[in-house]
């Protein structure tokens, strides 16, 4: 199975603004349900602490009212798969299916990769950092959203270098463009 990097970022490579909004990258229900179909070959999500304090906001968003269809779907999805949180300081997990991990540590990536039956992704980019360092990552998802915000939280580390083969691509009638790439050794 593989191991996918996958975010919302800017036309300019960011995946928040200099002061950690990402409003800008709010999908529409196209792009939503596209996010959807994609992820529903993910089996387990890796989260550092700070995306997994945005995303458990899914565990319970099918309570808030006037939800639309798109929205419920993708909450009873993300509650259905596994979660684990890379934290030294979160006490517990406030959502269910969620373990926390002290360290992220590669080699039990490598053997949870190996011993996965679904696909797993690294989400937030100080997390992935170190799946990309690692060679880890196996596959790269870049939904573009069509703003530029002039600073913030990069997509990209730097000092990582990578050949990438084109996969897929695909673009939303709100200006979204979707890129997929295979990582090549």
Request: charged share 25%; aromatic share 12%.
């Amino acid at each position: 199975m593989s191991l996918i990097y996958s975010m919302l970022m800017s036309v300019d490579g960011y995946v928040e603004d200099e002061h950690g909004r990402f409003d800008w990258a709010a999908p529409d229900e196209e792009v939503f349900s596209y996010i959807k179909q994609l992820t529903s070959s993910v089996g387990t999500y890796l989260y550092g602490r700070r995306m997994y304090e945005t995303m458990v906001y899914w565990e319970t968003a099918h309570t808030a009212p006037n939800q639309p269809h798109y929205v419920r779907d993708w909450t009873q999805q993300w509650q259905a798969t596994e979660k684990i949180v890379y934290s030294r300081t979160l006490a517990e997990a406030r959502s269910v299916r969620t373990r926390i991990e002290r360290e992220f540590d590669p080699d039990a990536v490598r053997r949870l990769k190996g011993d996965a039956r679904h696909d797993i992704t690294v989400n937030g980019p100080a997390l992935a950092a170190h799946a990309l360092r690692a060679g880890l990552v196996d596959e790269i998802q870049r939904f573009i959203c069509p703003a530029v915000v002039g600073g913030g939280k990069r997509f990209f580390p730097d000092g990582v270098r990578l050949k990438l083969e084109l996969l897929e691509e695909h673009r939303f009638r709100n200006g979204v463009v979707f890129l997929r790439y295979a990582v090549r050794a």
